[in-house]
């Protein structure tokens, strides 16, 4: 009963992903969404409003500044938690002495 269960749900995701991957527009065309208007926008106006000469330098830095800090933030802190957890495993065959 489980695994029919499972079964239907995974074909009912299957079916969702596969329609929504149908009305998605197509490659290269007009009506995707990374041909809007705050494309033009940060093209446009980059240079002048950031001071920067590099297009892409400066929508990061100034126009997703909080987003490229929040990611940043997001990775130092996993990395930050992998090495304590490695710090505090004790190598195998070494055994505390007692006495």
């Known amino acids: 009963m489980k695994k029919g269960i499972f079964i239907f749900v995974l074909t009912m ?3 969702i992903l596969s329609y929504s991957v149908m009305q998605m527009p197509a ?3 007009v009506d995707n969404p990374s041909y809007n208007a705050t494309t033009r926008y940060y ?3 980059s240079t002048t409003e950031a ?3 590099n297009v ?4 990061i830095t100034d126009y997703r500044a909080f987003d490229t800090l929040g990611e940043t933030t997001v990775l130092f802190t996993s990395i930050a938690a992998v090495l304590s957890v490695l710090a505090t495993l004790k ?3 070494k055994e505390e002495e007692h006495g």
């Open 56 to 59: 892409i330098a400066a929508i």
């Open 91 to 93: 190598p195998h065959g």
């Open 51 to 53: 001071g920067a000469q």
């Open 13 to 15: 995701l299957f079916i």
């Open 43 to 45: 093209l446009d106006n």
């Open 27 to 29: 490659l290269g065309s």
